[in-house]
C-alpha cells in the first residue's frame, strides 16, 4: 500500500506521550542563514510574492463569506483613508484664511477674501469664508464618524461570517476524508491547526487586508502632498521604516515556524486538560490520584511552552524599536525642514500646518503599511496550511464510473486473498485472508489483540482499500462501488462506539439519518437491542439528553450507553451486519438476551460479530480464527473444538477460569 503523508512540517514530536519524560521542547531548526545578497533578495521576493498573494485570498474568502458586508467595508476603507488627506487639506485653507483675513485687516486692504476649496466661488468676507470652511469640515468629521461605524460594523460582521466560513469549510472537507488521515498523527496536527486557528484567525486576516488598503490611500495621499514641498523628502520619508519592516517580517515567519512546532505540545497539553476535565475520566482519575500529578506535567509542559514564546515575543518586540530609529530620525528632519521654510517664507502658516500633518500622518502610514505586509505575509502562512489541508484528496474515492450494486443486495461477502498494511507499519495487518460470508450467515471472528479483527471490518465496509486481493459484495469489487453507497449497506456497532451528547432518541435515530425523528423505528430498534426498558425509564423518556455536556443530561452506564448505540445499529434495514465486540460492556443477563434475540434480528442479513466471550462465539454458523493477521483456522465451534487448535486452547482457558470459579463457589457453599 503506498504510504500518505498528509503534512511535511516539522515538529516538535517526541518518542514520549507526555505524561512522562522531561517537559522541555526541543529548539525548532533554524533555517541555514543566507548570506549572499542573491540568496536575501530571493527570500524577500519570497515574502513580498506571499504578502501579495495573500490579499486576493483574504479577499476571496471574505466576498465568499458575505458580499454586502465585503462591499460596504471596501466603500468604507476607501472613504476612512481619503478623510487624514482632506482633513489636512481642510485645516491648511481654514488657517490661510485666516491668516490672509488678518493681513487684509492690518493693510487696511479690501476685506474680501476667496474660499480656498475647489468650488469656484466668488471671494467673500472673511467670516463667511471661515463659516464654509468650518461647515465643510464638520460635514467631513460627521461623515467620518458614519464611515467609521459602517466599517466597524461591516468588519466585525464579516469577520464573524469569514470565521464561520471557514469552520464550516474545515468540517465539510474534514468529512470527506477518510480513515488513513484521521489515523495518522502528523495530518491531525495539520487539521489541529487548522481548525483552532480557524476561530481567531480570520479576525487578523479581515482586519489586516482592508486596514492595509486603508493605509495604503492615506499613504498616497500623503506621499502627494508631501511630494508636492520635497520629492526627495518624501522618498526618504517611504524608505526610513523598510528594516523595520523586514525585521518584523523575518520574525513573522519565526513565530509561524515556532507554532507549529510546538503544536504536538500544545496538543499534549489539551489532553491533559481534558483527562482532568472530561466526565469520563474523573472515576479513574480520582480513584488513582492522577490529578496532582497531571496538573504538575499540565504546568511543566506550559512552562517550556512559555519560555519558547517569551524567547520568540521579546526578541521581536525588542527589534521593532531600534529599527524605528530611523524612522523618527526622517520624521525629525521632516519637521526641521518644514519649519526652515516657514521661516523663510517659501510656505505659508497653513502650509506649514499642512505639511506637518502630512509628515506625521505619513510617517505613521508607512509603518501601518509595513506592518499590515508583515501581518499579511503571516496570514499567508495560515492560508498556505488551510489550503494545504483543504488540498487533501481521500485515498479511498469512487471510481469515475461507480459499478451498480444489484437490486436487491444479499449481503454476500468474500475476501478473496487479501494483503493489507497500514501506513508507516512494516508488518501487514492482514496477509493472504481468504473466507465467505453467505447471506443470513451469521460469522464470529476471534483471535488474539491485534490479530487483524478490526482491520477486516474496516476493508469490508470500504473505510480501507486492500493492497492485494479483493474484498466482494455479491460478486461486485467493493473497490469499484461507491463508498457512500456501499457503507448504506451496512449497520455497524463498532468497540469504540460514539456516546453522543444528544438526546436518546437522537442517539438512536444518527443511525439512519433518514428516519431521525421517527419515533416508531426508534423505538423498535431499541427493542430490539433491549433497551426499552432502560430509555422509558429516563425521566423524559425517549427525550432524554445523555451524557452532561448540556443542561439536564443523564449519564448512562457503559453496558447501558453500548445498549443504545447497539440500537442504532438496528436502525438500519440493511444486508449486512457487522457488531464488533457487542457485549464488552453487557452483564451476563443483558449478554444473554441479546444474543438469544441475535438470530432472530439477523434473519435475512450477514452478520459478522467479534468477541471475546466463547460462550456466546459458540453459537455463531462459522467462526474464522485469526492470529497475526492470518486464518489460523475455521469452521463451527465443535470442529474447532475437535481440531485441538488455538481456537480450542483459547475456548479452554475462557472456560477453565469459569470451571474455578463455580468450583470454588460450589465448595464453599458445601462447607456452610
Known amino acids: 500500500m503506498r504510504i500518505v503523508t498528509f503534512w511535511e512540517e516539522p515538529t516538535g514530536t517526541s518518542d514520549r506521550s507526555g505524561l512522562t519524560g522531561p517537559p ?16 536575501r533578495l530571493a ?31 471596501a466603500a468604507a476603507t476607501v472613504l476612512a483613508g481619503l478623510t487624514p488627506a482632506a482633513t489636512a487639506y481642510l485645516a491648511r485653507a481654514l488657517i490661510n484664511t485666516v491668516a490672509a483675513a488678518i493681513k487684509a485687516h492690518a493693510s487696511a486692504g479690501p476685506a474680501l477674501v476667496r474660499v480656498p476649496l475647489p468650488l469656484h466661488l466668488p471671494p467673500v468676507r472673511p467670516a463667511i469664508a471661515i463659516g464654509v470652511l468650518v461647515a465643510v469640515q464638520l460635514a467631513l468629521f460627521a461623515a467620518n464618524s458614519v464611515i467609521s461605524a459602517v466599517s466597524l460594523i461591516c468588519s466585525e460582521l ?4 469569514v470565521s464561520l466560513h471557514v469552520q464550516h469549510r474545515i468540517m465539510a472537507h474534514a468529512s470527506g476524508l477518510d480513515l488513513a488521515f484521521f489515523e495518522d498523527s502528523a495530518s491531525y496536527d495539520l487539521l489541529n491547526q487548522a481548525n483552532t486557528q480557524a476561530v481567531t484567525r480570520p479576525i487578523t486576516m479581515i482586519s489586516s487586508a482592508f486596514g492595509l488598503v486603508q493605509t495604503a490611500i492615506t499613504f498616497v495621499s500623503m506621499v502627494g502632498l508631501l511630494a508636492a514641498l520635497s520629492p526627495p523628502l ?16 523575518r520574525y513573522g515567519a519565526r513565530g509561524f515556524r515556532l507554532s507549529m512546532w510546538t503544536s504536538p505540545a500544545r496538543r499534549r497539553m489539551d489532553y491533559l486538560s481534558q483527562l482532568i476535565t472530561r466526565d469520563s475520566y ?42 524605528n530609529v530611523i524612522s523618527l530620525l526622517v520624521g525629525a528632519l521632516t519637521y526641521a525642514y518644514v519649519g526652515l521654510s516657514a521661516v523663510s517664507g517659501r510656505l505659508t502658516l497653513g502650509d506649514l500646518t499642512l505639511y506637518t500633518a502630512a509628515a506625521v500622518a505619513l510617517q505613521a502610514a508607512v509603518q501601518n503599511l509595513f506592518q499590515g505586509a508583515s ?8 492560508l498556505n496550511l488551510l489550503y494545504r489541508l483543504l488540498a487533501i484528496q481521500p485515498t479511498v474515492r469512487a ?26 507499519s512494516e508488518n501487514p495487518a492482514l496477509a493472504d485472508v481468504s473466507f465467505e460470508i453467505l447471506p443470513a450467515q451469521t ?37 469499484t462501488l461507491d463508498p457512500r453507497e456501499l457503507r448504506r449497506q451496512f449497520g455497524a456497532l463498532f468497540q469504540d462506539h460514539v456516546s453522543y451528547q444528544a438526546t436518546a432518541a437522537e442517539n438512536i435515530g444518527l443511525g439512519d439519518l433518514d428516519r431521525l425523528e421517527d419515533d416508531i423505528a426508534i423505538r423498535l430498534a431499541a427493542a430490539k437491542a433491549g433497551a426499552e426498558n432502560l430509555l422509558r425509564g429516563l425521566p423524559r423518556g425517549y427525550h432524554t439528553p445523555l451524557g452532561k455536556w448540556f443542561d439536564q443530561g443523564v449519564n448512562l452506564s457503559g453496558g447501558e450507553w453500548q445498549k443504545v448505540a447497539l440500537a442504532r445499529a438496528f436502525m438500519r434495514d440493511v444486508p449486512v451486519l457487522v457488531l464488533d465486540e457487542p457485549s464488552s460492556a453487557l452483564d451476563a443477563r443483558a449478554e444473554h438476551e441479546v444474543f438469544e434475540r441475535l438470530r432472530s434480528l439477523a434473519a435475512g442479513r450477514a452478520t459478522m460479530y467479534i468477541s471475546h466471550r466463547f460462550s456466546t462465539v459458540r453459537r455463531a454458523d462459522r467462526i474464522i480464527v485469526l492470529d497475526a493477521g492470518r486464518i489460523a483456522e475455521s469452521g463451527t465451534h465443535d470442529e474447532l473444538m475437535h481440531a485441538g487448535g488455538l481456537y480450542a486452547e483459547m475456548f479452554g482457558l475462557q472456560a477453565e477460569a469459569y470451571a474455578g470459579v463455580v468450583a470454588g463457589h460450589n465448595g464453599n457453599h458445601k462447607e456452610n
Open 234 to 249: 518624501a522618498l526618504l520619508a517611504v524608505v526610513a521604516p523598510v528594516p523595520a519592516f523586514l525585521a518584523d517580517l
Open 399 to 424: 471510481p469515475d464510473r461507480p459499478a451498480p450494486l444489484p437490486t436487491v443486495v444479499r449481503g454476500h461477502l468474500r475476501f478473496e486473498h487479501v494483503w493489507f498494511r497500514y501506513p508507516g
Open 443 to 479: 460469522v464470529a471472528v476471534v483471535g488474539p489483540n491485534g490479530a487483524g479483527k478490526s482491520t477486516l471490518v474496516k476493508l469490508m465496509c470500504g473505510l480501507y482499500r486492500p493492497d492485494r486481493g479483493r474484498v466482494l459484495l455479491d460478486g461486485v469489487d467493493v473497490a
Open 158 to 161: 464579516l469577520q464573524d461570517k
Open 43 to 73: 527570500s524577500l521576493r519570497g515574502a513580498t510574492l506571499g504578502m501579495l498573494s495573500a490579499f486576493p485570498r483574504v479577499l476571496a474568502l471574505a466576498w465568499a463569506s458575505g458580499r454586502l458586508l465585503t462591499a460596504g467595508l
Open 24 to 39: 522541555e521542547i526541543p529548539e525548532p531548526p533554524r533555517p541555514q542563514r543566507q548570506r549572499a545578497l542573491r540568496a
Open 375 to 382: 501581518a499579511m505575509y503571516e496570514n499567508n502562512l495560515y
Open 282 to 323: 474523573a472515576k479513574e482519575v480520582q480513584l488513582f490520584g492522577l490529578a496532582p500529578y497531571f496538573v504538575e506535567r499540565f504546568r511543566l509542559i506550559g512552562a517550556a511552552f512559555y519560555r519558547q514564546q517569551r524567547r520568540q515575543v521579546v526578541a521581536r518586540r525588542t527589534a521593532a524599536p531600534a529599527w
